[in-house]
């Protein structure tokens, strides 16, 4: 459990100038909070139960990974729902999986983000995301693009909940212009597909070995 009577309260950049000197000073149960600017960095939990967050919300907070070729954000060290991701525009990612965000073996909670202009070499061009239980709600995938699966996302052997969000203008160059989901069990509700493309299966939606449940 996270005592949150110890938890500290980290400003980025009053405290850190960059998101990731924040992230490592940080202890579990730590709340991150950043202030609106352009932030070319990645950044990697690294396993910690953080809550990182922005104080202007998305539109003004931009995490941007343009000329670093790799995923903006990564979370691949076991984090659970107490790593948090919210206000935030992940954008200029360039990675093979998950060019705005690389999840394995994890399950953060991430929302009121929004992925545009990202890219992945193989899947997930919005977010790459394998063995897990994570949830989104309230995001925005435009604009991404993945050169074979999941031209915003691609769910590899997980139960991705994702919730109340937008899909607009992504495109996959083989299955799913929106999403790609392989061997998963997802559950989606109150999403909203526009505008999505892919040069094979599901302009939308492809699934693989999967069972997706759809609210509205």
Known sequence: NINQSLATI?????????????????????????????????????????????????????????????????????????????????????????????????SPLVTSCTFIENYADWGGGGIYYQDGAMMVQDCIFTRTSAKYFGGAVQDVRSNLLMLDSIFTENIAGMHGGAIAYIQSGPLMANCEFTNNSCDMNGGAIYGEESSLSVIE
Do not use: C, R, W
């Open 10 to 106: 980290i400003e980025v950049p009053a405290d850190y100038p960059t998101i990731q000197l924040a992230i490592d000073a940080a202890v579990d149960g730590d709340e991150i909070i950043v202030a609106p600017d352009t932030y070319n960095e990645a950044i990697n939990f690294n396993g910690k139960k953080v809550d990182l967050h922005s104080s202007g919300g998305q539109l003004v907070t931009i995490i941007d990974g343009s000329g670093l070729n790799t995923s903006v954000v990564t979370v691949t060290s076991g984090e659970g729902p107490h790593s948090m991701l919210t206000g935030f525009t992940i954008t200029g990612g360039n990675a093979l999986s998950g060019g705005g965000m690389n999840v394995e073996n994890s």
